[in-house]
């Protein structure tokens, strides 16, 4: 796949005798950069336990509109105000969804508490700046001249990370400029610019995501003299979800988080990594069916607009690869020239879609192929493959394409539907022992010898009555 992530590549297979099987958990996937090399990251597939995250905090206590009561923490920004707080704030974490998402439901409580709990680090800074300013003046003391407006918005700025959202229903061409292909992405901007880490993928919880900006923050300001503020953050978070500081827990946050920073040196960003190399066996019925590769995503729910089912097709084939292997490696003399071409037509070819909601179908027809040469190589991976009758089976594949067009609310997909034919083909070779040639050449020349005669003796016959 020339354009998809491997995170939300999923391949299905449906038969007409009604079976279907996601076999995503038996396939291989391969990130692959924007040149097409396969680089750092090993093959792994989506049954693994360490891509199971939560997908939004269960144990928050609060709906979203009792968490609103009190008005909006996480600010909802357009292109004008996104850029201006990128410009301004040194962290900007924002949350990129959709209004019809249902992933993005979950998640809304969470995130206004996230930004709840930013707030409440902020207000905890600035009591203690004001505390500091006091006792620098006065010696003692803890009031201050600021009203309720003047106190809020120097708050503001001292939030820790600034909380965002966008609705990318309503600023599609932001979103689309980010890149954005599935909802909801949490992504973090440090100095205006997004974090070399790639967009959040731990749990989505705020204690989870507190903890994730703290190691940021920490990494960010290593060496400098810079304050550290998330801390503050996390405690609050910590306190709003009921964390006992003083149980094993924390150490399991403590190892847990120290595990994420550690991968999070490997994680890519989508942008510069698009592809997505997809390697694997299929079991499939013997009867008309399809298999799809396709865009889905436990944790997201994907931007058809957004999707694109472009692909390069290095090897397909049906049956056991070895046969392809005798082909190019010319032990099957017997068999047709192009035999290789006939057993893999569509290794090498690209299908590139350049317009929105379009995709390319591939249809297949799938004739089964026997080779009945007794004298095949005698190779052991040979003896293997062949039948108890001593015949040696491949299947041949007549492929046409076409591009379909899908619905704007359908994610596209790269489909391949095959079917088996009713006819199969034989090669056989046989040969002739050196008796039964020569009986043959002694019959031709007994049979010529037999009907000179003839025609000599009717020749002789009348001529003789002529005589007479």
């Not at 290794?347 to 027809?365: M, Q, S, W």
Request: charge should be negative; hydrophobic fraction near 35%.
């Amino acid at each position: 796949m020339m354009d998809l992530p491997c995170k939300y590549t999923t391949i299905d297979v449906v038969s007409v005798l009604g079976t279907q099987q996601n076999v995503t958990q038996h396939i291989s996937t391969w990130d692959l950069d924007a040149n097409g090399v396969r680089n750092q990251l090993k093959d792994r597939n989506h049954k693994q336990h360490d891509v199971m995250v939560e997908l939004y905090d269960k144990d928050l206590g609060y709906s979203l509109e009792e968490l609103h009561e009190d008005g909006e923490n996480a600010v909802s920004l357009d292109q004008e105000t996104l850029t201006f707080a990128l410009h301004k704030r040194e962290y900007v974490f924002v949350d990129f969804y959709a209004s019809w998402c249902s992933h993005c439901r979950d998640l809304a409580p969470t995130w206004e508490a996230l930004a709840e709990v930013m707030d409440m680090a902020a207000d905890d800074h600035l009591d203690e700046k004001i505390i500091e300013e006091q006792e620098n003046t006065n010696g003692t003391g803890t009031e201050h001249n600021y009203n309720d407006e003047e106190y809020a918005q120097a708050s503001k700025l001292l939030k820790p990370v600034f909380i965002g959202k966008v609705d990318c229903v309503i600023h599609k061409e932001l979103c689309m400029a980010q890149g954005i292909r599935a909802y909801p992405i949490l992504r973090l901007f440090v100095d205006g610019k997004r974090h070399r880490t790639g967009d959040y993928a731990g749990d989505r919880t705020v204690v989870g995501m507190a903890a994730y900006l703290q190691l940021i923050e920490e990494e960010h300001k290593e060496g400098t003299d810079k304050e550290l503020t998330v801390d503050i953050a996390l405690d609050h978070a910590k306190e709003l979800m009921g964390v006992d500081e003083n149980e094993d827990e924390e150490e399991q946050w403590d190892k847990k988080m120290k595990l994420k920073k550690h991968q999070l040196q490997n994680m890519w960003r989508d942008e510069d990594h698009p592809g997505c190399q997809v390697t694997g066996f299929l079991m499939i019925d013997r009867a008309p069916g399809n298999f799809r590769i396709q865009a889905r995503s436990r944790g997201h729910d994907l931007a058809a607009h957004m999707t694109n089912s472009s692909h390069e097709i290095h090897h397909l084939s049906f049956g056991e690869p070895y046969l392809l292997n005798l082909a190019k490696m010319g032990e099957l003399k017997d068999g047709p020239d192009n035999l290789k071409n006939l057993l893999a037509p569509m290794d090498g070819n690209v299908y590139i879609t350049y317009n929105l909601h379009e995709a390319h179908h591939h249809y297949l027809k799938v004739i089964t192929t026997r080779f009945l040469d007794p004298n095949l190589p005698k190779l052991a991976f040979v003896k293997k493959l062949l039948a108890k009758d001593g015949v040696l089976r491949g299947y041949q594949i007549l492929q046409s394409s076409q591009l379909s067009y899908y619905r704007n609310d359908i994610v596209p997909e790269a489909k391949f539907s095959y079917d088996l034919s009713p006819i199969s083909v034989s090669y056989r070779k046989t040969s002739r022992h050196w008796y039964d040639y020569m009986t043959s050449v002694l019959a031709i020349l007994g049979g010529t010898f037999t009907v000179v005669g003839m025609i000599e003796s009717s020749i002789h016959t009348i001529s003789s009555k002529k005589h007479h």
